[in-house]
């Protein structure tokens, strides 16, 4: 299959788009969906970021493409910017407050790898190339990269946020570090990997979107092609492994492998292929829904996301 690198670029984006819709519109535990949201965030707002999002992605691609071609190198990609810029956007989109920020921040880089990669005769990318070329992405990232990102979280304002130990995001301070040491987002990610499951995805070279939720979504989905069972599922089998961060955060670690605990024994009676499972399942979204929110696995649902595009690159359709 012959493409324009501009064809591409728009293919990688349509497919990281696709990605977020589905992970929203699934009815993920302690999660916004199309009947649930949370006070001020809703469905529609998720909607509306995953459009404002794409071209961002189309632009990561590009410069992927770029830089497969020799034109540009690899430091030159501007994953930070193109992470504000995406934040920046989203944020002018909608009044939902902070959508998509783990989310963006996972998926950008996988757009520039995907850019990166060949396609095959099919328009399928393989996954192997594609974490090769996001681990030499990611690594490339510069000290501007950094200082865009702290500037998309200012814009995005997550909740959750708590005084980091060294160069804290909240620390007026912490960019002129940054420049001054000349320390790379890669750097101040793998810093920020000690409590923050998105920082440590992208210094790890993403291993639980690839170890663990991509192969158990594509096997989930090869057994009924039911999506929304199978995002579900794949939902539990992250969240149970690895205790949210987002939780751990805001109310500690400790609840955080509560409801990891939880998860788990949902997966082992069946999940929505039993009715004791439905029931669990149910009971656990009003528990997550509870107490403000707090016990929301935000972080988990970004690794969804990311296994999703992983699904969406590879070919995966509904």
Known sequence: MTQ???????????????????????????NVNLTTGFEGTRYEHFLVSAVAAAPWFRHAAEKGIACSEGRIRLSEIGIGDSIKQCVA????????????????????????????????????????????????????????DAVAVYKAIEIAKPSGLNKAPEL?????????????????????????????????EWVK????????????????LSKDGNLNTAVIHTFLKVLSENPDTFIARKIGKEKAEEISSAAKEILVLGGLKTEEGKKRLRDFDLKLRSSSNLLNPGTTADIIAAALSLCVLGGYRP
């Open 168 to 200: 804290d995001v909240n620390d007026p301070s912490s960019v002129a570090e940054i420049m001054k040491r000349g320390i790379s987002l890669y750097q101040v990610f793998e810093i920020g990997s000690k409590w923050d499951s998105v920082c440590a």
């Open 89 to 144: 956007d989203i944020n002018q989109w909608q009044k939902g407050g902070n959508t998509l920020l783990g989310t963006v921040i996972l998926l950008m880089p996988i757009a520039a790898a995907a850019g990166a990669t060949p396609q095959r005769e099919d328009g399928r990318f393989e996954m192997l190339a594609i974490r090769e070329n996001l681990g030499r992405v990611v690594r490339a990232t510069t000290s501007e």
């Open 205 to 220: 070279d993403y291993p639980v979107t690839f170890d663990v939720a991509y192969p158990f979504l594509m096997q989930a």
């Open 4 to 30: 324009k690198p501009s064809d591409k670029a728009i293919h990688i984006s349509k497919c990281l788009e696709l990605a977020i819709l589905f992970e929203i519109s699934a009815d993920k535990p302690g």
